[in-house]
């Protein structure tokens, strides 16, 4: 059965504090993985799409990895907004849907 | 441009009462995606349109829920009747076409059932 597992489920860091959040996938013929950020009260927005082990993203202080069992996201010098719930989601061969992790729920102190 | 378009935002209800959900995706996206989320929980997927059609339902409780995209553009996702444990928030999302594209999410219309 296809499964997606983020960690930690939360995450409190100090301003400039840099971290990483993992994203473990058992996901048949990975076609893509995906990185969204949600706000409270909001829907997810979407950050990055990795096709393939190896590949790498950047954003701002955001960079997302990828290899054949799990994908990282990084953050670099984090900011109190940058504070939100971080989920990733995976899509597999054979199917037109995602499969979403649980979060990370990121507190970023001043 | 104007993004995916939910109501009601929010949405309290006795047990065993109807409810439903309105969506305007973005225009121009062919797919459209309703998603239920749980408190601490990822979104997890209930139907997914391409147009009018739904390609996708095979997580959706057929006994109580339903759903239509008539002309392929806006939907309605129904309850009847709701459940305590139905609380939770209900997520459109659009897409231009059934690639491998980023999903453009609603705010959520968050559904409490007494």
């Known amino acids: 059965e296809d499964q997606v597992t983020q960690s930690p489920e939360a995450l409190r860091l100090q301003e400039g504090e840099s971290s990483s959040l993992n994203c473990s996938y058992t996901v048949s013929g990975l076609r893509g993985l995906f990185w969204y950020r949600q706000d409270p009260g909001k829907g997810p927005e979407f950050l990055f799409t990795l096709y393939s082990a190896g590949e790498e993203k950047e954003k701002e202080r955001l960079k997302a990895t990828l290899t054949k069992k799990e994908s990282f996201l990084h953050i670099t010098a984090p900011k109190p907004e940058d504070s939100a719930t971080y989920l990733c989601a995976a899509w597999g061969a054979g199917t037109y849907k995602y499969i979403f992790g649980t979060g990370t729920r990121l507190k970023v102190l001043a | 441009e104007a993004g995916v378009v939910q109501s009601p935002r929010y949405k309290i209800i006795e047990k065993k009462q109807p409810v439903a959900f309105w969506c305007n995706p973005i225009s121009g996206h062919n797919t459209l995606y309703w998603y239920r989320q749980n408190l601490g929980q990822g979104p997890e997927l209930l139907i997914r349109?391409?147009?009018?059609?739904?390609?996708?339902d095979s997580q959706l409780p057929k006994d109580r829920f339903s759903a239509e995209r008539l002309k392929g553009v806006d939907s309605t996702l129904k309850i009847q009747p709701a459940e305590l444990g139905d609380s939770a928030v209900y997520l459109c999302?659009?897409?231009?076409?059934?690639?491998?594209?980023?999903?453009?999410f609603g705010p959520g219309t968050r559904l409490t059932v007494l």
């Open positions: 349109y391409e147009n009018e059609e739904a390609v996708d």
């Open positions: 999302a659009s897409s231009f076409a059934r690639t491998l594209d980023e999903q453009f």
